[in-house]
């Protein structure tokens, strides 16, 4: 049971941490939201909005930061 203990306030940690993060970068304007790739369609009366750009960046920095956790358990 302790185990499970650990595993929520880790993982509570890395949530706190996520948003203190997001808060962070809106507060110094970083661009996150709209990337160039990005795929935008504005019709008429709706708006298609996919992040393709936003979902590499974030996709490589998660392998990135996985990897060197990774290395770090060996």
Known sequence: M????KLLLVLGGVIFLVGA???LAGSFN???DRLPG??????KSSVFYFPIATCILI??????LFWLFGRGHR
Do not use: A, E, H
């Open 2 to 5: 302790t185990d499970l203990g």
């Open 30 to 32: 970083l661009p996150l």
């Open 59 to 64: 996709s490589v920095v998660l392998s990135l």
């Open 21 to 23: 993060v997001l808060l």
């Open 38 to 43: 990005d795929i935008v369609y504005r019709g």
